[in-house]
């Protein structure tokens, strides 16, 4: 199986920051990658998908780079509506993966 | 306008069993692989099953053998039959679309099952 890693694991930030979360994906998955946000109480909701492209209705404060093992999703400029966990997902192959998730709190 | 709804969660004692529904709505239903993906209370996402357009399922090692996922295009319907559960299976369970390689981009909003006696 297909393991995936994400860091930090939480991180605090302030409204207008840079912020920026890895993804690490233990064998090769090409651009099989999905980020995903989700809010307390909500279903997730999808935001990047093959690696780097943004999800229609996604804010173009959202970006997503990488190929291969190494991933990165970053927000440009942090909004108040931002604040959430996000996780990463291999689709290459079943069973299919989730990182354990990143959350993003306030400062 | 595309919806999924979850149905069927509840308390179940250890080796229980419970069907999980998923109603679809506002998409051509037949089209899609479709998914089950459970959350433990304050826990990251654990895929479980998958079923293609074909009728080919998928599952986790964790409830391969005990869980069969299925579809009912006619009606639309999406289910997860759970058999002999256990504590470890208490999550809420969403159903998800699939619009390619696994992408997930419509979700239920979830059905909570507890195991516990």
């Known amino acids: 199986d297909i393991q995936m890693t994400q860091s930090p694991s939480s991180v605090s930030a302030s409204v207008g920051d840079r912020v920026t979360i890895a993804c690490r994906a233990s064998?090769?998955?090409?651009?099989?990658l999905v980020w995903y946000q989700q809010k307390a109480g909500r279903a997730p909701k999808l935001l990047i998908y093959?690696?780097?492209s943004l999800q229609s209705g996604v804010p173009s404060r959202f970006s997503g780079s990488g190929s291969g093992t190494d991933f990165t999703l970053t927000i440009s400029r942090l909004q108040a509506e931002d604040f959430a966990t996000y996780y990463c997902q291999q689709g290459h192959s079943f069973p299919f993966t989730f990182g354990p998730g990143t959350k993003v709190d306030l400062k | 306008e595309v919806q999924l709804v979850e149905s069927g969660g509840g308390l179940v004692q250890p080796g229980g069993s419970l069907r999980l529904t998923c109603a679809a709505s506002?998409?051509?239903?037949?089209?899609?692989?479709m998914h089950w993906v459970r959350q433990e209370t304050g826990k990251g996402l654990e895929w479980v099953s998958s079923i293609t357009t074909a009728g080919e399922r998928y599952y986790a090692d964790s409830v391969k053998g005990r869980f069969t996922i299925s579809r009912e295009n006619a009606k639309n319907s999406l289910y997860l039959h759970m058999n002999t559960l256990r504590a470890g299976d208490t999550a809420i369970y969403y159903c998800a679309r699939d619009f390619g390689s696994a992408y997930l981009d419509f979700w239920g909003q979830g059905t909570l099952v507890s195991v516990s006696s």
């Open positions: 506002g998409f051509i239903f037949d089209r899609y692989v």
């Open positions: 093959a690696a780097s």
């Open positions: 064998q090769y998955i090409s651009t099989w």
